[in-house]
């Protein structure tokens, strides 16, 4: 059967690992660049984009990584890995140096980190995924808990990537009918047309080809039907 690696240079990499090993699957932490060569499908876990880049580059993964995405590795990110399989981080985060973070890239989008807001750090609200699969027992169409941790969206998705699931716009922590913003309830706002428009919904889960990627944390509320329909792209069965 598929082997599934996890990054494990930093962040939630047992959750992961617990979640395949729950579905009867193997996973396997990756730390070296060599033990990419034994897996069939790679998680990319939550926790800190920029202290994963920074370890992938020193620890050479960085680069196999990279190549292996854009070769057709399956790969699934949760949170910070969302935003290190996006092509473009809206605000990315600059080291000492003034570096910008840099990312494995292969989604193309731009993602947002933190987007949530500063006043909750984390929230959780029930979803509509779409494509999910259906033979464990919970059916494939039933909400799923989404639990987000300093989260990322997505804002911008290029024509070869497919929503799966968004936050109303109402149900964000940020949302409400008067968020503060002066002149937001003006029809001319001082940004030009549309300025004061607010977009009904965020991005929160995507798929392209052999990439898959949530803003939230599936493997830390029981949810397994998102590593299951990863484990069925592996296999090629979805
Ligand atoms: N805010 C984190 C980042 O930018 C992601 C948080 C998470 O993975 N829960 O990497």
């Not at 993964?61 to 935003?83: H, K, N, T």
């Not at 509509?128 to 989404?146: E, N, Q």
């Not at 919904?201 to 493997?219: C, D, K, M, Q, Y």
Request: include cysteine.
């Amino acid at each position: 059967d598929v082997v599934v690696g996890v990054l494990a240079v930093q962040g939630d990499v047992r959750e992961h690992i617990a979640t395949i090993e729950s579905l009867g699957g193997r996973a396997v932490p990756v730390r070296r660049a060599a033990e990419l060569a034994a897996i069939d499908g790679l998680i990319l876990p939550g926790g800190e984009s920029t202290t994963m880049d920074k370890l992938t580059r020193t620890f050479g993964l960085a680069g196999p990584l990279r190549e292996l995405i854009a070769g057709g590795l399956p790969v699934y990110g949760s949170c910070a890995g969302m935003i290190l399989l996006s092509d473009v981080i809206a605000d990315p985060a600059t080291d000492r140096n003034g570096d910008p973070q840099q990312t494995f890239g292969g989604l193309d989008m731009v993602v947002r980190r933190n987007a949530f807001g500063r006043q909750r750090e984390s929230f959780e609200t029930d979803l509509a995924f779409a494509g999910l699969a259906t033979t464990g027992p919970v059916p494939g169409d039933d909400p799923v808990r989404a639990v987000f941790i300093r989260a990322p969206w997505v804002e911008k998705v290029g024509a070869d990537v497919e929503v799966l699931a968004q936050v109303p716009a109402a149900e964000t922590p940020q949302a409400g009918p008067s968020d503060g913003v002066p002149g937001s309830d003006q029809g001319s706002a001082p940004g030009g047309p549309g300025a004061d428009l607010e977009p009904v919904a965020r991005i929160v889960a995507v798929r392209s080809g052999n990439l898959l990627a949530t803003s939230f944390h599936p493997e830390v509320t029981g949810e397994r039907r998102v590593h299951e329909l990863f484990i069925r792209m592996i296999r090629g069965e979805a």
